[in-house]
């Protein structure tokens, strides 16, 4: 059974066709690279399976249980998705670890607001921080990251959500 289905998924921007009546599958536990030129809607694809753009017609299927004919962004993390951005999108002003932190948090807005992190949520920050190579940059602010080491914190607050999905754009 795919992990993630899509049938005769369907987006246009006025008159152009940026997902044309599309039905693929992602297989559990494989790697799986959408490839094509600059505007072939690899990106639209992406920002359908998440919810940041509505699709206009079709259905996404989540480990053949989840049907959807519609996807919010603010539910795809409960879904087990998560994803990066083209342009790497961190707090800039905060310090490394509590960009991880942020996404530990609980997702309703009172809960989030005061949460207090505890030492499950700061061991996972740490154990992602390692696996990607950054807890030596604990103390850091994100903006002084390097560019690479940016894209390692966007990758590593993804872990630390434990998905069953994860999107990877253009690294």
């Known amino acids: 059974m795919p992990i993630l289905e899509t049938r005769h998924l369907y987006k246009h921007f006025d008159g152009v066709k940026a997902v044309n009546k599309l039905s693929l599958s992602f297989e559990r536990g494989r790697i799986t690279g959408v490839i094509g030129p600059n505007g072939s809607g690899k990106s639209t694809l992406i920002n359908l399976l998440t919810g940041f753009v509505p699709f206009d017609s079709g259905e996404v299927i989540i480990m053949g ?23 790497v999108r961190l707090f800039e002003q905060m310090p490394v670890p509590d ?8 997702r309703s807005v009172w809960g989030s607001l005061f949460e207090k992190h505890g030492a499950l949520h700061l061991a996972k ?28 914190l966007e990758i590593a607050r993804m872990l630390a959500m434990n998905p069953e999905i994860i999107f990877l754009a253009r690294l």
């Open 65 to 87: 249980k989840l049907h959807f004919t519609k996807v919010k962004c603010n539910e795809v993390a409960g879904y087990g998705l998560t994803r990066t951005f083209q342009d």
């Open 125 to 152: 920050a740490e154990e992602v921080l390692t696996r990607v190579g950054l807890w030596e940059k604990r103390r850091e602010l994100a903006k002084n990251l390097s560019y690479g080491q940016r894209k390692l």
């Open 99 to 106: 960009n991880v932190l942020v996404v530990l948090n609980e």
